[in-house]
């Protein structure tokens, strides 16, 4: 089952309070980027019809139908660093990645 590390998750829940938003973080894998799919990640009101709504520490996740077939192992993680910051998906079902990280082949 997707996962986000506490860090993540205390990230995005900061990111909403700053932004005085409700709702939760929605993940999802399209099309593009240069290895043929790439990860999305919005913040929303509200889940979808056919979203799955996972409960994460207080944070509620979307995820679509198609993208949960290739985010059911992933991890996300939020990496603060000296060459910057941002989220990280460590996905183990991603057969091939492109140089940046972002974008994978299923």
Do not use: W
Not at 12 to 27: A, S, Y
Not at 52 to 73: K, P, T
Request: charged share 25%.
């Amino acid at each position: 089952m997707l996962s986000l590390t506490p860090t993540a998750i205390a990230k995005v829940k900061l990111i909403l309070t700053e932004r005085g938003e409700e709702g939760g973080l929605r993940i999802a894998v399209g099309g593009g980027g240069c290895s043929g799919l790439q990860y999305q990640m919005s913040l929303e009101k509200e889940a979808s019809a056919d979203d799955q709504v996972i409960e994460m520490e207080g944070l509620r996740v979307f995820i679509d139908s198609q993208s949960r077939l290739y985010l059911a192992n992933a991890q996300i993680d939020y990496i603060e660093g000296p060459d910057g910051s941002g989220f990280k998906f460590d996905n183990p079902d991603a057969h091939n990645n492109c140089n940046c990280g972002e974008t994978f082949y299923a």
